[in-house]
């Protein structure tokens, strides 16, 4: 992997990765491992299964996790300025969330598509 450093750099860019479960774990770990400070946004920190800590501290990056429930559009906009709080700014955005409610997911999704084309 040190072959594409250069290449596939993301040194002091940060990433917002919702969906903490499933591929968003192995993406933010890629992107950290990269040179880029991470966001991870999910409904539960999987903390056993969760190298990005130990990583982070390795590589002298920040590692933030942001609870959130994609469901409510209030806890979407809690996220995303909590985000942005406590890294001043959100280069890279990974939607990697997988929601299996069909109740009200459009119109949240939607909400949090805008806020951050705004």
């Not at 991470?38 to 609870?67: D, R, S, T």
Request: aromatic share 6%; net charge positive.
């Amino acid at each position: 992997m040190d072959d594409f450093k250069n290449v596939f750099s993301f040194e002091g860019k940060t990433a917002l990765i919702v969906g903490g479960g499933g591929i968003g774990l192995p993406i933010a770990q890629a992107l950290m491992e990269n040179g880029a400070d991470i966001i991870l946004a999910g409904a539960k920190e999987k903390k056993a299964e969760n190298p990005l800590p130990e990583i982070a501290k390795k590589n002298h990056k920040k590692y933030f996790f942001v609870k959130v429930d994609l469901l409510d559009a209030k806890s979407c906009t809690n996220m995303a300025e909590e985000a942005a709080l406590k890294t001043g700014r959100i280069d890279i955005l990974v939607n990697a969330a997988g929601v299996n409610k069909l109740k009200k997911r459009k119109n949240t999704m939607m909400k949090l598509g805008t806020m951050f084309l705004e």
